[in-house]
C-alpha cells in the first residue's frame, strides 16, 4: 500500500461542475502540498497545509491532520482547469517527500 | 514563470553516457529540489540541498549525483544511463528547507536515453 493514495484516478467532469479530489496517507506529516501539472508538463505549487483550509480563487484546500486526509475542491470548473494534480506529503525532519499518483482531471464543454 | 530555470530542456543521449542536468532556483532561494518523473513511477523526489549542504535524500541511484554550488545553482549528474533512466528532471526551489514552505517548480527538462 502507497503512503499517499489519491482517488479518483481519472476524473472527467463538464463545465462548471464542483470537483473534489480526495488524497490521504498512511505517516505523520509536517507538511501537506497540491501541485498541478499541465498536459505540456509544467507544475505549479497550488497549496501548501499544514491544518485547515485554504482558499485561492475557484480552488479550495482542506486536510484534517487526526483523519489523515485531504482534498481538492474545483469550484465552477471549467476546461483550463484540466491537468493532473499531484498531492505531496512532507514526513519528519528530514524533508522526506512522498507523492501521490496523480489524478487526472479532464473538463470538457 | 516561476523563476526557476532549467537546462538543457531536452536531451537525448545513448545508454552508458553521462550527462549533467542544471538549475538555476529562484532569487532569495536557499534549498533546491530534484524530482524525477517516469512514465510508469509518476514524480519521485531524488534529493535536496541547502545553503550548499545535502539536506535530504530520496530515491537517488549511486549513478547519480548532485551538488549545489556557492552562488546557489545546482547540477544532477547523470552516468552510465541506461533506457529506464528516461524521464522528465524537475528541479524546485524554496527559500529555506522544510515541508512547510512552498516550492517552485522549474520546466524540467526531457531526458531521452536511445
Known amino acids: 500500500k502507497n503512503e499517499v493514495e489519491q482517488s479518483p484516478q481519472n476524473l472527467t467532469a463538464q463545465e462548471g461542475e464542483f470537483i473534489t479530489i480526495n488524497c490521504s496517507y498512511s505517516v505523520g506529516i509536517s507538511a501537506l502540498h497540491w501541485l498541478q501539472q499541465h498536459p505540456g508538463g509544467g507544475i505549479v505549487s497550488l497549496f501548501m497545509l499544514s491544518s485547515g483550509k485554504k482558499k485561492h480563487g475557484r480552488l479550495i484546500a482542506t486536510i484534517n491532520i487526526q483523519e489523515k486526509h485531504s482534498s481538492l475542491h474545483i469550484t465552477a470548473s471549467h476546461p483550463r482547469d484540466s491537468a493532473v494534480y499531484i498531492c505531496v506529503v512532507n514526513t519528519g525532519t528530514a524533508s522526506k517527500l512522498t507523492f501521490g499518483t496523480g489524478t487526472r482531471l479532464q473538463v470538457t464543454l | 514563470d516561476s523563476g526557476v530555470t532549467q537546462t538543457p530542456k531536452h536531451l537525448i543521449t545513448a545508454t552508458g553516457q553521462r550527462v549533467t542536468l542544471r538549475c538555476s532556483p529562484r532569487s532569495g532561494d536557499l534549498s533546491v529540489y530534484w524530482y524525477q518523473q517516469s512514465l510508469d513511477q509518476g514524480l519521485q523526489f531524488l534529493i535536496q540541498y541547502y545553503n550548499g549542504e545535502e539536506r535530504a535524500k530520496g530515491n537517488i541511484l549511486e549513478r547519480f549525483s548532485a551538488q549545489q554550488f556557492p552562488d546557489l545553482h545546482s547540477e544532477l549528474n547523470l552516468s552510465s544511463l541506461e533506457l529506464g533512466d528516461s524521464a522528465l528532471y524537475f528541479c524546485?526551489?524554496?527559500?529555506?528547507?522544510?515541508?512547510?514552505?512552498?516550492?517552485?517548480f522549474g520546466p524540467g527538462t526531457r531526458l531521452t536515453v536511445t
Open positions: 524546485a526551489s524554496s527559500v529555506a528547507p522544510g515541508g512547510q514552505y512552498e516550492q517552485y
